[in-house]
């Protein structure tokens, strides 16, 4: 779809009204405000793909703003993790920004609203403040410090930032409206004491701006013109908008905030929190496990940028939080790596099949399409002998008239090469078959022309040359929880629904240019998915995960809705 015939979004339409009204293009400006607190997850990849998004529509700039007010959860690995990430996906931030840099100016005009009788010190315990709130629908109780004197609040306050008290022992609070409907207008706090060192001002500080404080401001300083967020933060709208009037000049560009829906998506859980539990305690081995949602994960697991990019395009910017099915996300990356990823055969499951009237000790190298989606990528060479291993699933020794693959007296072609037929099999003393022969038609190469090779058979079998296969580490991935919303049972913890079978590792046989590859290098094992280098791989020890089967559940779910 071209950009003019896609129809605008919603954010995109308040943008267009704003522009309509007056507001100059060269003054709209975006940002992406993570939280270094742990790995960006494909909820991020929504938020990252919408604000550079519209950066990118419109020629605006896109602030990087890490939003790093909790030195106790915030590390720098995670800050370098979030610009890998951003990177990867292909976008450019304009300035690297933190909030943290602001502390001086937001301690200014904190002071500036004590002075003006707009703050004010709270020597109360959190409980006794959250409780006093009361409830939307009954009047909040005021704080017996609520009417201190400015002088006293600016000397608590000065002593605050000095260290002279506790955790815990006092805050400064905003005074606003203890009877408000919305709980976030009833004297929110705006500073605490907290003594664990920053990992970027270190020891210089001793009381911490809280979000609500920090983020409009941040974006008022960065003159970010639409401030995007998820759902959860529309009741906080009306305080930001309350903090902003507390230092907004004429002028000046006036950030709005807007929200859009959370992305969920089916089988995994999406929050920094959650995925930090599952790397502590050991559920998965990294932030970075091919298991994981993270974009590290994904990326592991052989996702492509694009594909993620795409995803995030098709979910769309919904105004009402809903839940994704996380085939839509395979979908996304089967459908670009069709199209970019080389063909290579592999056997997951292998028996042995012997070729009895192809001559003993030949090997003959035949031509194989590297990707018959993009006829510039050209042919490699494959090796065929007498001796082959097939998939274990692709033969059976009675198989009805649906089996389509490899049976006794009848025909199936080997992809690349030659028809057989399967003759007998070769059993071990419990029953289990060993090994399959079979005969081949010489007349039938493919490609070759003859009539025999344009023979039509049904079913058509990938296969690997037993003396030239590589073996290959496979990890085999399958959904990490067993329910769709794991985080959404009532009374369970989302750790109960963990798959026990959600890492199955095997060894496969590849062709042999299977055992040159690189670390993130994607391909189609044909028949049975897109496969990924992992970073595991050592010289002569490839290792690979599966990325996604061929098989397209999304289809299905598609067909099954209309
Ligand atoms: P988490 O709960 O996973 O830690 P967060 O919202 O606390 O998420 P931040 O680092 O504060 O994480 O988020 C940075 C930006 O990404 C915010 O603008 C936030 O709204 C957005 N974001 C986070 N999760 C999602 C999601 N699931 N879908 C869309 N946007 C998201
Ligand atoms: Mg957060």
Not at 22 to 37: I, V
Request: hydrophobic share 35%.
């Amino acid at each position: 779809m071209s950009d003019e015939k896609k129809s605008l979004n919603f954010i995109e339409q308040i943008i267009e009204d704003d522009l309509a009204s007056g507001f100059p293009q060269s003054k709209l400006r975006f940002r992406f405000p993570p939280e270094p607190n742990g790995y960006l997850h494909i909820g991020h990849a929504k938020s990252i793909c919408l604000n550079f998004g519209l950066g990118e529509k419109y020629n605006a700039p896109v602030n990087l703003r890490f939003d790093d007010t909790n030195p106790e959860k915030e590390d720098p690995e995670y800050i370098d993790a979030i610009k890998r990430d951003i990177q990867w996906l292909g976008f450019t931030w304009d300035k690297e920004l933190y909030a943290s840099d602001y502390f001086e100016q937001l301690y200014d005009w904190a002071e500036q609203m004590i002075r003006q009788g707009k703050a004010y010190v709270d020597d109360q315990p959190q409980e006794v403040i959250v409780e006093q709130r009361k409830s939307p629908t009954e009047p909040g109780i005021e704080s017996p410090y609520r009417n201190r004197s400015v002088d006293e609040n600016l000397d608590l306050f000065r002593r605050m930032r000095a260290g002279e008290f506790d955790e815990g022992e006092r805050v400064l609070r905003a005074k606003i409206d203890m009877n408000s409907p919305n709980m976030h207008m009833r004297d929110p706090i705006m500073y605490r004491i907290k003594k664990a060192p920053h990992h970027r001002t270190g020891t210089a500080w001793k009381i911490y701006p809280t979000y609500d404080w920090t983020h409009g401001q941040s974006d008022y300083i960065e003159q970010v013109s639409h401030s995007l967020c998820t759902l959860e933060f529309l009741p906080h709208r009306e305080l930001y908008d309350w903090f902003l009037d507390q230092v907004y000049e004429p002028g000046k560009v006036r950030p709005k905030q807007r929200e859009f829906a959370r992305l969920n998506l089916s089988y995994t859980v999406m929050s920094k929190r959650k995925l930090a539990r599952l790397v502590e305690e050991g559920y998965v081995k990294g932030w970075d496990d091919p298991r994981m949602p993270t974009i590290s994960g994904l990326r592991r697991r052989g996702y492509t940028p694009q594909s993620i990019r795409d995803f995030s395009d098709r979910v769309g910017v919904a105004k009402r939080d809903n839940l994704i099915d996380i085939a839509l996300l395979e979908f996304a990356v089967r459908d670009h790596l069709n199209k970019v990823a080389p063909r290579r055969m592999a056997v997951l499951n292998p028996v042995k099949l012997v070729i009895e009237n192809y001559p003993e000790g030949q090997t003959e190298w035949l031509d194989a399409e590297n990707n018959p989606e993009d006829p510039e990528a050209g042919f490699r060479k494959i090796p065929f002998g007498r001796e082959l291993y097939i998939e274990r699933e692709d033969f059976r020794e009675q198989a009805n008239r649906k089996f389509f693959r490899l049976t006794l007296g009848k025909e199936v072609r080997l992809k690349n090469a030659y028809i057989i037929k399967g003759e007998s099999v070769v059993k071990d003393d419990e029953g289990n078959i060993v090994e399959i022969r079979a005969t081949y038609d010489p007349l039938s190469k493919s490609g070759s022309g003859t009539p025999e090779s344009k023979r039509k058979v049904k079913g058509t079998l990938h296969w690997v040359a037993a003396g030239h296969a590589v073996p290959l580490e496979v990890r085999l991935y399958d959904r990490l929880f067993t329910v769709e919303q794991p985080d959404a049972v009532e009374g369970r913890d989302f750790t109960e629904f963990i798959n026990p079978e959600s890492l199955r590792v095997i060894t496969a046989y590849g062709e042999p240019s299977l055992g040159e590859v690189k670390p993130c290098e994607r391909f189609q094992f044909q028949r049975l998915g897109y496969f990924a280098v992992d970073p595991d791989s050592r010289a002569g020890k490839p290792v690979f995960n599966r990325t996604v089967t061929l098989k397209d559940t999304w289809a299905k779910i598609k067909a099954r809705q209309n």
